[in-house]
């Protein structure tokens, strides 16, 4: 059985915000609308912010051991969840990508992405130090920021 360690959750966030950023330049060149062209071109540079602070939270992380109800809970669980959950993976990513054509389509994508995140990160915090809460907390809030611009860039393509 495989050990997750606090490096584990680092790959996985740097991945997801890798992966946003990889995304959002994609759509930055897709759009026709110069409005949803900065937005992505924003939401790429935002991603990458992301990812550096990542880096810093998690290289603090080293010997973390979070609570368990049982022994391996910890491991069991993040397998399950990176195995089973579609955030920003190569996989999902290429199958998805395929599909979007258009602005709509990759905002679309892009709002499913932030919300998966969002989740993603609320569901790490019990595995991290409370220490690090607030950075994560940041993070989520940030997320949830993109949430919001995609969603109203999309309603203004709806109207």
């Not at 930055?28 to 949803?36: D, F, I, R, T």
């Not at 924003?42 to 603090?60: N, R, T």
Request: hydrophobic residues 40%; aromatic residues 12%; without cysteine.
């Amino acid at each position: 059985m495989r050990v997750f360690e606090a490096s584990d959750i680092v790959e996985i966030a740097i991945r997801i915000e890798e992966n946003g950023a990889n995304f959002y330049k994609f759509a930055e060149q897709l759009a026709k609308q110069e409005e949803a062209k900065k937005l992505f071109a924003q939401l790429a540079v935002e991603e990458v912010k992301h990812k550096k602070i990542f880096e810093s939270i998690f290289a603090k992380m080293e010997k973390y051991n979070p609570p368990e109800g049982y022994e391996g809970e910890y491991s069991a669980y993040l397998r399950d969840y990176v195995d089973n959950n579609i955030i920003f993976t190569k996989e999902v990513m290429d199958k998805e990508l395929a599909k979007v054509k258009d602005t709509m389509a990759a905002l679309d994508f892009a709002i499913k992405r932030e919300l998966d995140s969002i989740l993603y990160y609320h569901e790490i915090k019990r595995f991290v130090p409370a220490a690090q809460h607030a950075a994560l907390d940041q993070i989520i809030a940030e997320e949830r920021k993109h949430f919001s611009k995609l969603s109203e860039v999309k309603k203004q393509y709806l109207a």
